[in-house]
């Protein structure tokens, strides 16, 4: 399928490992140019990453892409204008921003967590999805042909869970902020839509993976009967970036195996 993404300039938050890592290595190889922002630029060695010795950018140029890194911590604007200028500079415009980058906290009852925990979630996941959305748009705007904005959200922005309830809240925070995205912006030709997985093998999961007990409930839970790949979410981002989905807008995705639609196993 031609995603008609060959020559596209596409930046991604949190892309040095993880979904974000293997977004922009499926979106190089497309033709598309990346530029991937993170606060570090190696990948995470406890995750699940193709080539994990290697730099997000160091696998993409290996396989022929094109691809620079920026230092970027989303909660910080100026680093966050700083990425969007860096894309626009080197390959001289910008068509998709995709914020991936992301923080979890969990394992409490609401009672237990520390304004610390709450504050890291909203400043991560929220504001860094803001940050990057306003500094995309300002450049879509001056354009003036449309652009294109992916938030990875979750299935904890769409309904509740048993401890972890600052990273929910801020995700349904996320959540909203991509709808309202859509619906202000539709008209000047900018997409937003939203990727909703549930738990996937990261770094952020290791410990779950890893947990036999939790391992055999998750799977169980899962009508497919599996955990989810960075490259599911990776395959999504494509087509969401892509003209293929060129009607879908303001949509919150998931992508969760089914998990969902129910609790029970049949």
């Known amino acids: 399928m031609d995603t008609g993404l060959s020559g596209k300039v596409i930046v991604i938050t949190g892309g040095s490992t993880g979904f974000g890592r293997g977004i922009a290595v499926r979106m190089a190889g497309e033709g598309a140019k990346v530029v991937v922002g993170d606060v570090r630029e190696t990948a995470n060695p406890d995750g699940f990453d193709e080539r994990p010795e290697l730099t997000t950018v160091q696998l993409i140029r290996q396989n ?4 620079l890194f920026a230092p970027c911590d989303v909660t910080k604007r100026h680093e966050v204008a700083n990425l ?7 390959f001289g415009r910008l068509d998709v921003m995709v914020n991936n980058a992301g923080i979890y906290r969990g394992g409490k009852l609401l009672h237990e967590f520390e304004e610390a925990d709450l504050d890291v979630c909203f400043d991560v996941n929220v504001r860094g ?3 990057g959305a306003q500094e ?6 001056r354009q003036g042909r449309g652009g294109n904005i992916i938030n990875l959200v979750s299935t904890a922005g769409l309904q509740g869970h048993p401890k972890q309830s600052v990273y929910n809240i801020s995700k349904g925070a996320q959540a909203n902020l991509t709808r309202c995205l859509a619906i202000e912006y539709g008209r000047e030709g900018i997409r937003v839509n939203g990727i909703c997985p549930t738990y996937a093998k990261t770094a952020l999961t290791r410990a779950f993976v890893d947990d036999k007990t939790f391992d055999a409930m998750f799977v169980e839970s899962i009508p497919l ?3 989810g790949e960075i490259s599911d979410i990776a395959d999504l981002a494509v ?3 892509s003209e293929r989905s060129s009607y879908i807008h303001g949509a919150l995705i998931r992508i969760d ?7 029970y196993s049949v």
């Open 136 to 141: 995309a748009i300002k450049v879509f705007l």
């Open 257 to 263: 195996g089914g998990e969902t639609l129910c609790r």
């Open 64 to 67: 022929g892409g094109e691809a």
């Open 129 to 131: 999805s803001f940050l």
């Open 84 to 90: 969007v200028r860096t894309a626009v500079e080197r």
């Open 239 to 241: 087509f969401l970036a």
């Open 225 to 227: 009967k599996r955990w």
